[in-house]
């Protein structure tokens, strides 16, 4: 599926929430209707044989007027037929049958819900304005409609614990969304979680916390089928406009090191280890992190290695064939 994502920073959202800045994130103002369909018949001159949506992020789309709706909603469907659809994104306590029904009639394919957590104490404590019954009733509420259904999740946020974070990926399991995207919480300028840190009133995930416990939510979701298509924020954000947290440009490498890693732990043989060739850079990246990390895990001085140009870049196996290199 190719996308083409066309962000209306805040547009439709009911009050800003504690952690989020769209403007700095998106680095987008709201689009005019005919800057939108330039987009697309650009979108879909260069897509032309692609399955495509034309998505719409950044605010709560099902919360605008049914008149504005309907004008982003024509935009799109001048294209009707050189598109699969629609895809928007929207609060949970944004959806109903009437909601549904007329995104239905306009095309919409697939509803992304900003849940963040599953747990009633997180959203709470970061003012989401919904409990976590809202948010699953919503879920079921997209999917008895045959939207695709997405959720997105934030670990990090206050009142985080790992009592929150099982309540959440079980939650999630029972669900079975058709696909996930995870955004650790990252402190942003302009917002009331900069104040609350600033205050020491909030403290956010370390780097590595935060790759272990998205490494884990992946494994997790993924052991039940559920696709995982994004974690992380985009790796351009501009560093001034980070105050705080777990972001890293290549946050996304870094999780798949720490998955590959611990499937090498847990399936581990005293032999030669052969790789991917696919899998060099999150060995020997970042300072070979991952590479120290697995040295140390094992208690290894030396790990005997071999470069599988035929192996498939998920997978990895012990041979007894000897060593290409030392690592």
Not at 272 to 295: E, W
């Amino acid at each position: 599926m190719t996308i083409l994502p066309i962000f209306i920073p805040h547009l439709g959202c009911p009050f800003k929430c504690v952690y989020c800045n769209q403007q700095l994130i998106t680095k987008s103002k709201i689009p005019y209707q005919e800057d939108i369909k330039n987009r697309i018949e650009k979108f879909c001159n260069n897509n032309p044989d692609n399955e495509k949506e034309v998505a719409f992020f950044g605010g709560t789309f099902t919360n605008l007027s049914k008149k504005k709706q309907q004008e982003f909603f024509d935009s799109v469907n001048l294209f009707k037929n050189k598109i699969s659809g629609i895809r928007i994104s929207t609060r949970p306590d944004s959806i109903n049958q009437d909601i549904l029904s007329f995104c239905k009639q306009n095309n919409v394919k697939t509803v992304e819900l900003g849940i963040q957590s599953f747990n009633d104490e997180v959203l709470k404590a970061s003012k989401r304005g919904y409990n976590s019954n809202i948010a699953i009733q919503a879920c079921y509420l997209i999917q008895e409609f045959k939207f695709k259904l997405g959720v997105q999740l934030m670990p990090g946020l206050p009142k985080f614990s790992k009592k929150t974070l099982k309540q959440t990926i079980q939650t999630t399991i029972d669900i079975n969304p058709d696909f996930v995207r995870i955004y650790p919480t990252i402190i942003l300028a302009s917002t009331e979680l900069e104040k609350w840190y600033l205050k020491g009133k909030f403290h956010p995930l370390e780097l590595n916390d935060a790759i272990k416990i998205v490494s884990e939510m992946i494994q997790q979701f993924e052991g039940h089928k559920i696709k995982v298509i994004k974690v992380g924020l985009h790796s351009d954000i501009d560093d001034r406009n980070i105050v705080a947290g777990p972001y890293h440009q290549s946050f996304g490498e870094l999780v798949r090191g720490e998955i590959l890693l611990k499937k090498i732990i847990d399936n581990f043989e005293n032999r030669t280890l052969m790789i991917s060739v696919a899998h060099i850079s999150l060995f020997k990246g970042f300072n070979s992190r991952m590479l120290n990390s697995l040295k140390t895990q094992l208690n290894l001085d030396k790990i005997p290695m071999i470069i599988g140009n035929d192996l498939d870049k998920d997978n990895f196996l012990f041979t007894e064939q000897p060593a290409q290199e030392y690592w």
